[in-house]
């Protein structure tokens, strides 16, 4: 086995050995390979650098109705479409179960007024016994000392004396007294406050079985029904959007890469498919002063811009996605090559290359400005309108290279 395998590898190499010469003669009948190379005309252009990010489009001033109270509702006065004004009635909610539950507290509150009345009554009526109480016992108590000073009586007797006015005064700090009348005591006044203030809130939440709209707009999505409860809305949402459509917004995220490019005032051109051929026109509004992550899968950060619409086709609603093209850049009467025209040197200058009358290379340094998806602005002495750019280059590309143009078509591609 080990013979047959020598053996083949011989003859292998026998025949290399025979075509090597035969290669090498052919090479030299034929010549160096052609390069073919796409070259485009230089020319002053305006080059305009933009940031395309896509966002539903919204009223400017948007407001989610939603109700404190969860009671049925019965009746609903609106409908998608509705043009309507602030605290306009949207829908009114069943307020039976609140006028009772308010009607029992007024009724428990008047009856709490009346017993703490009773109690006071009689509370001042021993108050006032109390003190006449005391005031015969100082009498007596003066008395008393007197007799004793005389030693009529024993010390023991007056002792007895002074013991019973000490305990009638101490049993008269024990009521809730100004000025000699009763009043009640903090407790009492406190749990009196704390169901008046039940009674006022539930008061105020009659007037809430009105669901109102806080904002002048249009009733964009409705989204409840009759004989449901206020907070049983389709998919939990709120009950009633209304948007200010007069005027619309876009809230984009720009990426962290690109926030310094964006400023306050900037012009913005929008697209939609409802626009068809159309376009609306925009300014970038606010900017936020922080980031947020882009998403739960990406460490890149975000940044919140509002653009505002400050030209609006009839046709624009809100709702519909939308792609602003934010105008970061802009450029006049420069020269532009596609940005695969251009190469980096060892000393990390951009070069490109021209192509000369006899198809030969020649490199020119130059300086890049502004770049935009597709091109690059450049600059240097050399630079004249009118030159052939070659635009897909590489680096075994030399000065003085033959080189064979592609021919381009009349749809501006090449063959």
Do not use: C, W
């Amino acid at each position: 086995m080990k013979k047959i395998f020598k053996k083949k590898r011989f003859i292998i190499i026998f025949i290399v050995i025979l075509a090597v010469p035969i290669i090498i003669s052919l090479n030299k009948n034929k010549g160096a390979a052609e390069v073919f190379v796409n070259a485009v005309s230089l020319e002053k252009k305006t080059i305009e650098q933009t940031i395309s990010v896509k966002a539903p489009l919204e009223g400017i001033e948007k407001a989610d109705v939603v109700s404190p109270l969860n009671y049925e509702i019965i009746d609903i006065k609106v409908k998608e479409g509705d043009v309507v004004l602030k605290d306009q009635v949207l829908v009114v909610l069943d307020s039976e179960e609140l006028k009772e539950q308010i009607t029992s507290e007024e009724n428990q509150i008047a009856l709490a007024e009346l017993e703490l009345q009773d109690k006071l009554k009689a509370m001042q009526i021993e108050y006032d016994k109390a003190l006449l109480k005391i005031k015969e016992l100082e009498d007596s108590y003066n008395v008393n000392k007197e007799l004793l000073e005389n030693e009529i009586i024993t010390q023991e007797s007056f002792d007895k004396i002074e013991s019973s006015l000490n305990d009638a005064k101490k049993n008269l700090e024990s009521y809730n007294a100004i000025d000699g009348k009763i009043v009640l005591s903090p407790s009492e006044s406190k749990r009196l406050e704390i169901q008046k203030q039940e009674l006022e809130k539930k008061k105020k939440d009659l007037e809430k079985v009105y669901i109102k709209s806080p904002i002048d707009g249009t009733v964009t999505r409705v989204n409840v029904n009759l004989g449901r409860y206020a907070r049983d809305t389709e998919n939990e949402k709120a009950m009633f959007v209304v948007e200010n459509l007069d005027k619309l917004q876009m809230k984009v995220s720009i990426s962290e890469y690109d926030i310094e490019k964006v400023h306050i005032g900037q012009e913005v051109e929008i697209y939609s498919d409802v626009l068809k051929d159309g376009i609306a026109k925009g300014v970038v509004a606010r900017i936020s002063p922080t980031a947020e992550q882009k998403d739960n899968n990406a460490m890149e950060r975000v940044i919140p811009v509002v653009i505002d619409i400050t030209e609006k086709p009839d046709n624009l609603i809100a709702g519909v996605i939308a792609s602003a093209r934010i105008m970061v850049g802009r450029e006049e009467n420069v020269f532009a090559v596609p940005s695969g025209a251009l190469l980096q040197d060892e000393n990390d200058k951009f070069k490109l290359f021209t192509l000369n009358e006899d198809n030969t290379l020649k490199s020119v340094i130059v300086e890049t400005g502004l770049e935009t998806d597709l091109e690059t602005v450049i600059d240097g002495a050399d630079l004249t309108e009118g030159m052939n750019v070659v635009v897909n280059p590489n680096l075994s590309y030399i000065d003085g290279m033959t080189v064979t143009p592609n021919k381009e078509t009349e749809q501006g591609k090449y063959e």
